[in-house]
């Protein structure tokens, strides 16, 4: 067992400042919550906190053909009619909007995870952070499910240069497909991916039998589950399989995809995990004592996002939390209790807890019963219909 973990955390504010436009479920906003939740915790204080660098379009490229991200660079809402077919093309449109600053919000959640791996690389922490991170679905050549820059696919091929064996593990509600994709061919990188499957959810991929292929086969595993799992059936689904695959492929780092849209209530989720399940599958990676890359990813009720990623913190910290929320820019999304933990289960169980117990009513006179007219069941022709004027009354 080592020594106290070093965790680096990195930060920057322009990240939540950008706007994916009116109606649109992805909101930056939720990162800076976060963050301020982490500093109203004081959490901060136990961590390396870095500014990321913005990331470079060479080091984009890396994965994505030039030309892709040549035209995100070169994109934005003024001039995006001049290029429709390119729009096409490169999937950019409702799920993945045209946004002011749109190619400096991609440097900096993609500069994030690359620095990342950088220091978990030269050894200069144990576990690296960048919630801002995870947008697992953006593909070599276009955008896809509010992604436009696969930071995850960059971050391994850093770790990679350092690393024979890269693990990778995704609990975001969606399928991790481009990170699957990115390494379905090669030995190098183990995908495991737990996510909703089947009724066309979004994006349609990440069956039992897709497993990879060639020098990749059965190097890709996908968990598919079904509405309304609850934290004790992941967890142990969870468990069982990642502590087998550590044990058989023994990664030299691990890159976990801590999507928190698998969370109960989430506005485009189905699952039913609480925030405590959630972050189980966060303690269980971090006791293998492996250099671990922690990102975020999906999640759109934007305040149990940050009360999720908040309490992963504190575990990768060893730190427990109080469960009431200390006072922050932010404290008025996080009302009408104000506490850290939500529970698992339906909203509508939850609605529950809002309605007095057994409420008691008023005595008042018994109204009348209607007559109603005996019939004798055993006498009646059941292949005649009863005479709705019999009961008029």
Not at 255 to 280: K, M, P, T
Not at 329 to 341: E, V
Request: charged letters at 25%; glycine letters at 8%.
């Amino acid at each position: 067992m080592r020594s106290k973990d070093k965790i680096s955390y990195f930060y920057d504010g322009d990240v939540g400042s950008v706007y994916f436009g009116p109606n649109h479920p992805m909101k930056p906003h939720r990162l800076c919550m976060t963050h301020h939740l982490i500093l109203a915790y004081g959490l901060h204080s136990k961590m390396e906190v870095y500014r990321p660098h913005k990331a470079y379009p060479i080091e984009m490229a890396q994965f994505h053909s030039p030309d892709y991200v040549e035209f995100l660079q070169r994109i934005n809402p003024e001039n995006k009619d001049l290029f429709p077919n390119e729009m096409a093309r490169y999937n950019l449109g409702e799920d993945c909007p045209v946004f002011e600053d749109m190619f400096e919000f991609c440097q900096i959640y993609a500069g994030a995870t690359i620095d990342a791996a950088r220091r978990l690389n030269n050894k200069l922490c144990d576990i690296a952070i960048n919630w801002a991170g995870g947008l697992h679905h953006a593909k070599k050549c276009d955008a896809s499910g509010f992604c436009y820059i696969n930071d995850l696919v960059l971050g391994i091929l850093e770790l990679l240069k350092h690393h024979p064996r890269v693990l990778y593990i995704d609990i975001d509600v969606h399928h991790g497909d481009g990170v699957e994709e990115a390494f379905y061919f090669t030995d190098r990188v183990m995908t495991v991916s737990f996510h909703k499957f089947g009724d066309k959810f979004f994006p349609g991929t990440g069956d039992v039998k897709e497993i990879g292929e060639r020098e990749g086969k059965f190097y890709a595993i996908n968990v598919p589950l079904r509405d309304g799992i609850d934290d004790s059936s992941f967890n142990r689904l969870f468990r069982a399989i990642i502590s087998k695959v550590v044990e058989i492929y023994q990664p030299g780092a691990i890159v976990l995809q801590c999507g928190a849209d698998s969370l109960a209530r989430d506005r485009l989720g189905c699952f039913n995990l609480s925030i405590d399940g959630h972050a189980e599958c966060v303690k269980f990676v971090k006791k293998f004592n492996i250099p671990l890359l922690v990102t975020g990813g999906g999640g759109y009720t934007k305040e149990n996002v940050a009360r999720c990623w908040t309490v992963e913190t504190g575990i990768l910290l060893d730190t427990e939390l109080p469960n009431e929320i200390p006072d922050n820019d932010y404290i008025k999304y996080f009302g009408p209790d104000y506490s850290l933990k939500i529970p698992g289960g339906h909203i509508i169980l939850d609605n529950l807890r809002y309605i007095q117990h057994a409420p008691s009513v008023q005595m008042q006179e018994v109204p009348p019963d209607f007559y109603i007219p005996d019939f004798d069941e055993d006498e009646r022709n059941p292949d005649v219909r009863v005479d709705r004027k019999a009961f008029a009354g």
